[in-house]
Protein backbone atom coordinates (compact mmCIF):
# COMPACT_ATOMS: atom_id res chain seq x y z
CA UNK A 1 0.00 0.00 0.00
CA UNK A 2 1.56 2.80 -0.95
CA UNK A 3 0.64 6.68 1.01
CA UNK A 4 1.54 10.15 -0.28
CA UNK A 5 4.29 11.44 1.85
CA UNK A 6 3.73 13.18 5.51
CA UNK A 7 6.61 11.89 8.14
CA UNK A 8 4.77 8.68 7.68
CA UNK A 9 4.57 5.11 6.27
CA UNK A 10 5.30 4.98 2.57
CA UNK A 11 4.85 1.60 2.10
CA UNK A 12 3.38 -1.29 4.66
CA UNK A 13 2.49 -5.01 5.25
CA UNK A 14 1.42 -6.52 8.04
CA UNK A 15 5.09 -7.30 9.22
CA UNK A 16 6.99 -4.67 7.88
CA UNK A 17 6.78 -0.49 7.43
CA UNK A 18 9.00 1.69 5.46
CA UNK A 19 8.53 5.33 6.60
CA UNK A 20 10.34 8.89 7.33
CA UNK A 21 11.16 9.39 10.57
CA UNK A 22 11.51 13.26 11.59
CA UNK A 23 13.75 14.06 15.30
CA UNK A 24 15.01 16.74 17.10
CA UNK A 25 17.26 14.28 18.90
CA UNK A 26 19.03 12.87 16.20
CA UNK A 27 18.63 16.05 14.03
CA UNK A 28 17.77 14.57 10.35
CA UNK A 29 15.51 12.81 8.47
CA UNK A 30 15.82 9.05 8.09
CA UNK A 31 14.69 7.06 6.09
CA UNK A 32 14.22 3.67 8.36
CA UNK A 33 12.19 0.36 8.53
CA UNK A 34 10.10 -1.25 11.63
CA UNK A 35 10.79 -5.18 11.27
CA UNK A 36 9.63 -7.17 14.25
CA UNK A 37 9.06 -3.97 16.34
CA UNK A 38 12.71 -3.07 15.96
CA UNK A 39 14.03 0.06 13.81
CA UNK A 40 16.14 0.32 11.69
CA UNK A 41 17.60 3.30 10.21
CA UNK A 42 18.60 3.37 6.50
CA UNK A 43 20.47 6.53 5.88
CA UNK A 44 20.08 10.59 6.82
CA UNK A 45 19.96 13.27 4.31
CA UNK A 46 17.69 16.47 3.90
CA UNK A 47 18.24 15.81 0.08
CA UNK A 48 16.93 12.20 0.73
CA UNK A 49 13.57 13.23 2.02
CA UNK A 50 13.24 15.97 -1.03
CA UNK A 51 14.08 13.02 -3.03
CA UNK A 52 11.25 10.82 -2.15
CA UNK A 53 8.48 14.30 -1.89
CA UNK A 54 9.64 14.26 -5.74
CA UNK A 55 9.43 10.55 -6.28
CA UNK A 56 5.74 10.59 -4.14
CA UNK A 57 4.56 13.17 -6.41
CA UNK A 58 5.34 11.88 -9.51
CA UNK A 59 3.80 8.78 -8.50
CA UNK A 60 0.58 10.70 -7.74
CA UNK A 61 0.50 11.90 -11.28
CA UNK A 62 1.93 8.12 -12.97
CA UNK A 63 5.02 9.69 -14.00
CA UNK A 64 8.47 7.58 -13.97
CA UNK A 65 5.95 4.67 -12.02
CA UNK A 66 8.31 2.66 -12.66
CA UNK A 67 11.68 3.61 -11.47
CA UNK A 68 10.07 4.62 -8.24
CA UNK A 69 8.75 1.29 -7.22
CA UNK A 70 11.93 -0.23 -8.41
CA UNK A 71 13.44 2.20 -5.98
CA UNK A 72 10.87 1.80 -3.00
CA UNK A 73 11.33 -2.21 -3.76
CA UNK A 74 15.11 -2.30 -2.91
CA UNK A 75 14.36 -0.44 0.20
CA UNK A 76 11.20 -3.32 1.23
CA UNK A 77 13.79 -5.78 0.36
CA UNK A 78 16.13 -4.95 2.86
CA UNK A 79 13.58 -4.39 5.58
CA UNK A 80 12.16 -7.86 4.55
CA UNK A 81 15.26 -9.43 4.96
CA UNK A 82 16.40 -8.30 8.36
CA UNK A 83 12.83 -9.81 9.75
CA UNK A 84 13.58 -12.87 7.46
CA UNK A 85 17.21 -13.42 9.48
CA UNK A 86 15.35 -12.39 13.13
CA UNK A 87 16.71 -13.78 15.66
CA UNK A 88 19.83 -15.02 14.04
CA UNK A 89 21.82 -12.47 16.16
CA UNK A 90 21.26 -13.93 19.77
CA UNK A 91 23.91 -16.57 19.58
CA UNK A 92 26.89 -14.19 18.74
CA UNK A 93 25.39 -10.99 21.37
CA UNK A 94 28.04 -12.07 24.24
CA UNK A 95 31.04 -12.02 21.42
CA UNK A 96 29.70 -8.92 19.78
CA UNK A 97 29.33 -6.94 22.79
CA UNK A 98 33.09 -7.49 23.84
CA UNK A 99 34.17 -5.95 20.39
CA UNK A 100 31.64 -3.24 21.12
CA UNK A 101 34.13 -2.68 24.23
CA UNK A 102 36.96 -2.65 22.85
CA UNK A 103 38.74 0.83 22.38
CA UNK A 104 42.29 0.28 20.78
CA UNK A 105 40.73 2.20 17.67
CA UNK A 106 40.41 5.39 19.49
CA UNK A 107 44.18 6.87 18.87
CA UNK A 108 44.37 5.48 15.14
CA UNK A 109 43.49 7.20 12.10
CA UNK A 110 43.32 6.33 8.44
CA UNK A 111 43.49 2.30 9.23
CA UNK A 112 41.70 -0.16 7.41
CA UNK A 113 38.68 -1.64 9.53
CA UNK A 114 38.52 -5.34 8.98
CA UNK A 115 34.45 -7.14 9.60
CA UNK A 116 34.06 -10.60 9.20
CA UNK A 117 33.90 -14.41 10.71
CA UNK A 118 36.53 -16.52 12.22
CA UNK A 119 39.15 -15.85 9.97
CA UNK A 120 39.37 -12.22 10.83
CA UNK A 121 39.94 -12.86 13.97
CA UNK A 122 42.21 -16.16 14.21
CA UNK A 123 44.06 -13.42 12.48
CA UNK A 124 46.48 -12.93 15.07
CA UNK A 125 49.70 -11.01 13.15
CA UNK A 126 47.18 -8.99 11.37
CA UNK A 127 48.79 -5.47 12.10
CA UNK A 128 52.08 -7.20 11.57
CA UNK A 129 51.08 -8.71 8.12
CA UNK A 130 49.39 -5.48 7.18
CA UNK A 131 52.23 -2.71 7.59
CA UNK A 132 52.65 -0.20 6.51
CA UNK A 133 48.55 -0.11 6.65
CA UNK A 134 47.51 0.21 9.89
CA UNK A 135 44.58 -2.23 11.19
CA UNK A 136 41.76 -2.91 13.77
CA UNK A 137 39.75 -6.18 13.36
CA UNK A 138 36.40 -6.71 14.43
CA UNK A 139 35.65 -10.63 13.39
CA UNK A 140 33.43 -13.29 15.39
CA UNK A 141 33.43 -16.97 14.94
CA UNK A 142 30.86 -18.38 13.02
CA UNK A 143 29.23 -15.18 11.50
CA UNK A 144 27.13 -15.26 8.71
CA UNK A 145 25.85 -12.01 6.51
CA UNK A 146 21.79 -13.32 7.64
CA UNK A 147 23.49 -12.26 11.28
CA UNK A 148 26.01 -9.96 10.41
CA UNK A 149 23.23 -7.54 9.12
CA UNK A 150 21.83 -7.12 12.54
CA UNK A 151 25.15 -5.89 14.00
CA UNK A 152 26.58 -3.51 10.95
CA UNK A 153 25.80 -0.47 13.13
CA UNK A 154 27.65 -1.76 16.15
CA UNK A 155 30.16 -2.86 14.68
CA UNK A 156 31.11 -0.41 12.28
CA UNK A 157 29.69 2.92 13.06
CA UNK A 158 32.05 4.01 15.63
CA UNK A 159 35.16 3.60 12.79
CA UNK A 160 34.56 7.00 11.71
CA UNK A 161 38.46 7.38 11.31
CA UNK A 162 38.76 4.40 9.30
CA UNK A 163 40.54 4.58 5.51
CA UNK A 164 38.63 1.49 4.27
CA UNK A 165 36.84 -2.04 5.28
CA UNK A 166 37.97 -4.85 4.62
CA UNK A 167 34.81 -7.93 4.57
CA UNK A 168 35.43 -11.92 4.98
CA UNK A 169 32.13 -14.04 5.50
CA UNK A 170 32.54 -17.61 4.67
CA UNK A 171 30.39 -19.26 6.93
CA UNK A 172 26.19 -19.40 4.57
CA UNK A 173 27.37 -22.20 2.58
CA UNK A 174 28.89 -25.31 4.18
CA UNK A 175 27.42 -28.48 3.13
CA UNK A 176 24.73 -28.42 5.63
CA UNK A 177 20.84 -28.51 4.88
CA UNK A 178 20.07 -24.97 6.10
CA UNK A 179 22.90 -23.66 3.53
CA UNK A 180 21.44 -20.58 1.95
CA UNK A 181 21.31 -20.41 -2.12
CA UNK A 182 24.49 -18.65 -3.95
CA UNK A 183 21.62 -15.56 -4.75
CA UNK A 184 20.38 -15.11 -1.31
CA UNK A 185 24.09 -14.76 -0.28
CA UNK A 186 24.46 -12.02 -2.29
CA UNK A 187 21.34 -10.19 -1.30
CA UNK A 188 22.47 -10.40 2.32
CA UNK A 189 26.19 -8.82 1.46
CA UNK A 190 24.40 -6.30 -0.82
CA UNK A 191 22.06 -5.59 2.23
CA UNK A 192 25.51 -5.40 4.36
CA UNK A 193 27.30 -2.93 2.37
CA UNK A 194 24.28 -0.89 1.88
CA UNK A 195 23.89 -0.44 5.78
CA UNK A 196 27.34 0.24 5.69
CA UNK A 197 27.24 3.24 3.22
CA UNK A 198 24.72 4.62 5.13
CA UNK A 199 26.45 4.91 8.14
CA UNK A 200 29.47 5.91 5.58
CA UNK A 201 28.60 6.79 2.04
CA UNK A 202 32.31 6.98 0.45
CA UNK A 203 33.71 4.43 2.62
CA UNK A 204 35.38 2.09 0.45
CA UNK A 205 34.62 -1.39 1.56
CA UNK A 206 36.74 -4.54 -0.35
CA UNK A 207 35.16 -8.10 0.14
CA UNK A 208 37.76 -10.39 0.32
CA UNK A 209 36.31 -13.62 -1.85
CA UNK A 210 35.02 -16.88 0.00
CA UNK A 211 38.37 -19.04 -0.37
CA UNK A 212 38.42 -22.28 -1.53
CA UNK A 213 38.89 -24.82 1.28
CA UNK A 214 39.86 -28.60 1.28
CA UNK A 215 37.36 -28.75 4.05
CA UNK A 216 34.62 -27.30 1.97
CA UNK A 217 35.78 -28.34 -1.33
CA UNK A 218 32.52 -30.35 -2.07
CA UNK A 219 30.59 -26.96 -2.23
CA UNK A 220 32.87 -24.98 -4.31
CA UNK A 221 30.86 -24.81 -6.95
CA UNK A 222 28.03 -23.09 -5.06
CA UNK A 223 30.80 -20.98 -3.52
CA UNK A 224 32.14 -19.47 -6.15
CA UNK A 225 28.95 -18.95 -7.65
CA UNK A 226 28.97 -16.71 -4.90
CA UNK A 227 31.86 -15.30 -5.53
CA UNK A 228 31.01 -14.62 -9.50
CA UNK A 229 28.09 -13.05 -8.51
CA UNK A 230 29.33 -10.69 -5.52
CA UNK A 231 31.97 -9.95 -8.19
CA UNK A 232 29.55 -8.62 -10.83
CA UNK A 233 27.73 -6.84 -8.33
CA UNK A 234 30.91 -5.31 -7.59
CA UNK A 235 32.09 -4.15 -10.94
CA UNK A 236 28.76 -1.82 -11.19
CA UNK A 237 28.83 -0.48 -7.89
CA UNK A 238 30.71 2.55 -6.56
CA UNK A 239 33.33 2.47 -3.64
CA UNK A 240 32.64 -1.68 -3.54
CA UNK A 241 35.89 -3.55 -4.34
CA UNK A 242 36.28 -7.63 -5.27
CA UNK A 243 39.84 -9.14 -4.03
CA UNK A 244 40.02 -12.38 -5.94
CA UNK A 245 42.36 -15.44 -3.65
CA UNK A 246 41.13 -18.16 -5.90
CA UNK A 247 43.59 -18.42 -8.20
CA UNK A 248 46.56 -18.13 -5.35
CA UNK A 249 44.96 -20.78 -3.21
CA UNK A 250 43.79 -23.29 -5.61
CA UNK A 251 47.48 -25.14 -6.82
CA UNK A 252 48.33 -27.03 -10.02
CA UNK A 253 46.38 -30.16 -8.84
CA UNK A 254 43.12 -28.05 -9.10
CA UNK A 255 42.62 -28.59 -5.55
CA UNK A 256 43.23 -25.99 -2.27
CA UNK A 257 46.69 -25.56 -1.54
CA UNK A 258 46.93 -27.54 1.52
CA UNK A 259 50.06 -25.95 3.59
CA UNK A 260 47.52 -22.72 3.33
CA UNK A 261 45.18 -24.09 6.33
CA UNK A 262 45.91 -25.40 9.53
CA UNK A 263 44.53 -29.23 10.56
CA UNK A 264 41.20 -28.31 10.34
CA UNK A 265 41.68 -27.94 7.07
CA UNK A 266 39.24 -24.52 7.29
CA UNK A 267 41.19 -22.09 8.99
CA UNK A 268 44.11 -20.16 7.91
CA UNK A 269 47.46 -20.87 8.74
CA UNK A 270 50.15 -18.37 8.87
CA UNK A 271 51.09 -18.99 5.35
CA UNK A 272 47.84 -18.94 4.11
CA UNK A 273 47.20 -15.16 5.74
CA UNK A 274 50.67 -14.40 4.37
CA UNK A 275 49.55 -14.58 0.91
CA UNK A 276 45.98 -13.00 1.60
CA UNK A 277 48.03 -9.92 3.04
CA UNK A 278 50.06 -10.38 0.24
CA UNK A 279 47.15 -10.24 -2.27
CA UNK A 280 44.69 -8.08 0.19
CA UNK A 281 47.69 -5.12 0.47
CA UNK A 282 48.31 -5.14 -3.57
CA UNK A 283 44.10 -4.37 -3.38
CA UNK A 284 44.38 -1.67 -1.15
CA UNK A 285 47.46 -0.44 -3.22
CA UNK A 286 45.77 -0.31 -6.48
CA UNK A 287 42.77 0.94 -5.32
CA UNK A 288 43.43 3.79 -2.22
CA UNK A 289 46.69 5.22 -3.57
Known amino acids: MFYPLNYGAILETSKVKLFILKTTRLKGMFLA?????QLYIFGDSQNLL?????????IMKKRIFKVTFFSISILFISCSLIEKYQGTDKKFETEVSKLEALREYEDKKDYILFVGSSSIRRWDKLAENMQPYDAVKRGYGGAHFYDLIHFTERLVA??????????FVANDITGKDNDLTPREVKNLFKLFTRQVHSLFPMLPIFFIEITPTPKRWQVWDQTSTVNDLIQNYTNKTQNIH??????????KNRL???EYFVKDSLHLSQKGYDKWSEIIKSKLDYTLN
Request: with cysteine.
Open 50 to 58: LFYQKLFQD
Open 158 to 167: PHKNARAMVC
Open 256 to 258: PVS
Open 33 to 37: CMANE
Open 242 to 251: FISTRDQFIG
